[in-house]
């Protein structure tokens, strides 16, 4: 693969869409033949009873009778769910050996909710002592049918045809490790460690997947999360400078929420629970609770809201700067709280005005209702719902995610939505967005060797032959980027251009061709890797690309941690409650093995501690007891053997529960080691942050405080309080970015690239329209969007989600469908300037009539019997973007055209 001549990306375009015409007549003509040479081997019959676990409570006499039946043979075994990210706690009933129920484990906030405050916001104390049993979603309860998927793969496989043909040999687990260990090793040789990319999962065996990089001495690590959410963690980490507020959705009075299906696509499944206590309950004002919901797609989520907004895809910044200067024109907005927390105000108001500081437009319900499509009236009266809402003193909650968050404009337009909040001072309040405490065990960390290179997808600030870089997405997520690193492979260059052999892949638990935009550019990516290694439960489309498949672990069969996002301390375990009935380890101990085989730092060398998963984890466990809370131990101490019989810890000493107003912590001001800065936005805007050395701890809420020592340099008393604020670079709340300021100036250079004036890097949240937009030859938006049956491109075998969804139709609005003469279920093609796919229609008024679109993730030509042919796959149609700050995958922007097929 070495010698291949490389193409350049343009040429590679035009060559994807030759290719998807061809693939779009293949998969047509003969859909189900691309499986037939894949060796996986015979299959298990394995019967799942069901069984109640809670008894007499809530279920029939005949069910009681069954589930002590089975108390008395078998054993509930706590532990945690992995059908989703949501990591919800489970039971699982095992008897002689086989999982036959899955029931909700009640004790994890995961289940439950994710605000336990004082009295009358002690949201888990109170759904705990009312008897709340916990809830598992439709994928939580389908578990055992992944479990005992016949089509799992059972062996070790090693490629014995071209790439994608599915032409495998089974290889013992010896024998895989030994070519592993061996091909990898040549490459390193060759090429360096740095030829190698990682990709993973963001919440599973995280730990041991990085630290083999990190011994190997590569540093192109990358897991899921910038596949996920990394553009809304972009914005708020700009305007908040915490990149995972909470909704608090139970103590809320009034919601406007931008493209968040968390009703359906359930990121934790407490949120129906707290969404459905909330609304039932009566606002502070004693009225009814109101919830304002923006997508372009009527789905569940809109269905329970009491108005739905429905933009053009990618506009959403521009609804909340109309919104924002309608509230402030009103004068109905917390502007104490704005003065004293935020950074940015007057240069902010200076651009939604057009007073030609920064432009000559108006922001106004008007401008923003011709780049919307929503009318003007709507827009005012959103706005003046939250006015009304603020003066009646009620709990306002601002929210945004993947909708807004998946488009080539995400960041800034998720900032402007970001802002909303500011003026109500609705931040870190109950009923408002909330700061997530969270603890959980540190990776074990030896000494590694140093890198032999820098990182080669513009994640990290580099420097090379002494010479700084800045990095190319300023608000990189340490999950890196995969768009840029698939680009990179197919260029064997970094992202300054500077050569960089890329060489070998290793990808565990994802289904990267199928998750990754433009799945033909990720296939001819990985087609210019000498050596690839795929762990995954079924032979995916990426196993398909591989060298070596090892067979991964159902997560009923391994352990590892469980993040609890929440307001409060608490952390899941996942255990094993069976053992691999395919004969196989899980993803951890392949990689432990691994990194042993090839006599790795840190893998093995500490019998006890780092030679197998289980040790592994008890290791971290009890450090983490020990010191996890600040360097002290935590309170409630649980011990490794205790943590297994609960599968869930929560802190109950003074550092548990919820803390409202963290921004407004109190410190004290010592002359011998602080110093204040003064900060100015534009021409108008000053603050005074806080140092200590060179970090900023701080902010000085009455500026009358400041000492002006003379020569730019400035001071507070001696012992004078100031407030710790937020995790900014100013420590306020901010509408003006100094970091988008200083590319904005010219001061950096993004990826070495000048972007001086240029409105992506305006440091306020300015408006700018998405790049992949509707033209007169592809004049329909086409979008995706995930509902509650399935988890992005990996449930699609599981015959019992699909019993409830099957198919993923086209969805048209009726206007459209009748001025293209499209019926009910009529095949079509769907093109879009990079690729084309078929589907068929369904004609519904549940989506803008400018738009398109069908849940994603299916369309599968691989995976298992019950995945191939169903559906459709939106990633022929993608053009395989990054969005410019956060690296985030663009998955919900393309223009198309829709027509009928015979």
């Not at 499986?35 to 298990?44: D, I, K, L, T, Y």
């Not at 706690?89 to 002689?96: A, H, K, Y």
């Amino acid at each position: 693969m070495s010698g291949k001549k490389l193409p350049t990306l343009r040429a590679q375009e035009a060559q994807n869409f030759t290719k998807a015409i061809e693939r779009a007549a293949k998969f047509r003509m003969n859909r189900r033949n691309f499986f037939r040479g894949c060796a996986v081997g015979s299959a298990a019959a394995v019967s799942a009873q069901l069984v109640n676990k809670n008894g007499s409570l809530g279920v029939n006499a005949a069910e009681a009778a069954e589930y002590k039946d089975y108390s008395a043979s078998g054993a509930w075994i706590p532990s945690g769910c992995n059908m989703c990210g949501g990591q919800c706690g489970i039971e699982v009933f095992v008897e002689n050996g086989v999982a036959k129920k899955i029931e909700p484990l009640k004790t994890n906030p995961n289940n439950v909710a994710n605000v336990n405050g004082a009295a009358p916001n002690d949201f888990f104390t109170q759904a705990q002592t009312g008897g709340d049993l916990g809830r598992l979603c439709c994928k939580g309860n389908s578990g055992l049918r992944s479990l005992y998927d016949p089509d799992r793969i059972k062996t070790p496989l090693r490629r014995v045809g071209p790439r994608g043909s599915g032409q495998y040999e089974p290889i013992t687990w010896t024998e895989a490790i030994s070519e592993c260990a061996m091909r990898l090793k040549t490459i390193k040789a060759k090429y360096g460690a740095s030829s190698l990319v990682w990709f993973s999962e963001d919440h599973s065996f995280t730990h041991t997947q990085s630290n083999f990089c990190d011994a190997f001495g590569s540093p192109n690590y990358s897991n899921h999360a910038n596949l996920c959410d990394t553009s809304r963690k972009s914005a708020f980490k700009s305007v908040l400078g915490n990149d995972r507020p909470l909704s608090d959705m139970e103590g809320a009075d009034t919601m406007l929420i931008f493209g968040w299906n968390f009703l359906s696509a359930i990121k934790w499944i407490h949120l129906a629970a707290i969404f459905s206590r909330g609304m039932s309950k009566k606002a502070s004002d004693g009225g009814d609770k109101q919830f304002i919901y923006v997508d372009p797609v009527f789905n569940t989520t809109a269905s329970k809201a009491t108005q739905w907004v429905s933009p053009l895809p990618g506009t959403d910044g521009a609804l909340a700067l109309a919104i924002a200067r309608h509230v402030i024109k009103s004068g109905k907005y917390d502007d104490a709280w704005v003065a004293k927390y935020t950074y940015g105000f007057e240069e902010f108001v200076k651009y939604l005005d057009g007073d030609g500081t920064y432009d000559s437009v108006v922001k106004d319900s008007a401008w923003a209702a011709g780049i919307t499509g929503i009318a003007t009236a709507e827009i005012d009266q959103i706005a003046t719902t939250l006015e009304n809402a603020y003066t009646a003193g009620r709990k306002i909650l601002i929210d945004s995610w993947s909708g807004p968050g998946h488009h080539t404009n995400a960041t800034q337009g998720g900032r402007a939505i970001a802002c909303l909040p500011l003026l109500f001072g609705a931040v870190d309040a109950n009923g408002t967005l909330r700061f997530p405490r969270r603890a959980s065990p540190s990776n074990l960390k030896p000494t590694f060797p140093p890198k032999d290179k820098w990182r080669v997808d513009g994640r990290d600030d580099v420097t090379i032959s002494g010479v700084k870089y800045t990095k190319k997405y300023l608000y990189s997520h340490g999950s890196g980027i995969y768009v840029e690193t698939i680009n990179r492979m197919l260029e064997q260059k970094d992202f300054l251009g500077n050569p960089y052999p890329i060489k070998a892949a290793v990808i565990v638990f994802q289904n990267l061709v199928m998750s990754t935009p433009n799945a033909q550019k990720v296939m001819d990516a990985l087609e210019m890797m000498d050596f690839i290694v795929c762990v995954d439960t079924h032979l995916s489309e990426t196993a398909l690309m591989a060298d070596i498949i090892i067979p991964g672990a159902n997560y009923l069969e391994r352990f590892d941690f469980n993040a609890v996002w929440g307001t409060f301390y608490a952390v899941g375990l996942r255990q094993p409650v069976v053992k691999s009935w395919v004969g196989g380890r899980p993803e951890a101990q392949f990689v432990i093995d691994l990194g042993k085989a090839m006599g790795l730092v840190g893998f093995g060398d500490q019998p006890g501690k780092n030679d197998n998963d289980e040790n592994w984890l008890r290791t971290e466990w009890e450090s983490f007891m020990a010191t996890g809370n600040g360097g002290q131990p935590w309170a409630n101490q649980m011990s490794w053997a205790d943590l297994k019989k609960n599968a869930v810890w929560v802190e109950t000493g003074p550092a548990g529960g919820s803390k409202t107003d963290s921004y407004k912590s109190a410190k004290t001001f010592d002359t011998s080691t602080m110093s204040v800065k003064k900060n100015t936005a534009g021409t108008a805007s000053v603050s005074y942050t806080v140092l200590q050395g060179t970090s900023a701890v701080g902010i000085v809420v009455d500026p009358t405080k400041v000492v002006d020592q003379g020569g730019g340099s400035y001071s507070l008393p001696q012992g004078e309080p100031f407030q710790g604020g937020f995790a900014t670079q100013t420590r306020f709340a901010q509408f003006w970015d100094p970091l988008l300021a200083s590319a904005w100036t010219g001061a950096i250079k993004p990826g070495n690239v000048t972007v001086t004036g240029n409105a992506n890097y305006h440091p306020l949240p300015y408006y700018v329209p998405p790049i992949d937009v509707p033209t007169s030859a592809y004049p329909l938006y086409f979008l995706s969007w995930k509902e509650v049956e399935h988890t992005h491109t990996r449930t699609f075998n599981n015959g019992w989600l699909l019993t409830l969804r099957g198919e993923n139709r086209l969805i048209i609005h009726p206007i459209k469908a009748t001025a293209l003469g499209i019926g009910e279920n009529d095949r079509v093609m769907v093109e879009s300037p990079d690729g084309l796919v078929e589907a068929r229609a369904h004609v519904a008024p549940m989506i803008h009539p400018e738009c398109v679109g069908w849940v994603r993730g299916f369309g599968h030509w691989a995976l298992g019997k019950n995945a191939i042919g169903r559906g459709s796959h939106d990633g022929w149609l993608l053009k395989g973007r990054a969005e410019v700050h956060s690296g985030q995958a663009v998955h919900k922007e393309a223009a198309c055209r829709v027509y009928k097929i015979g």
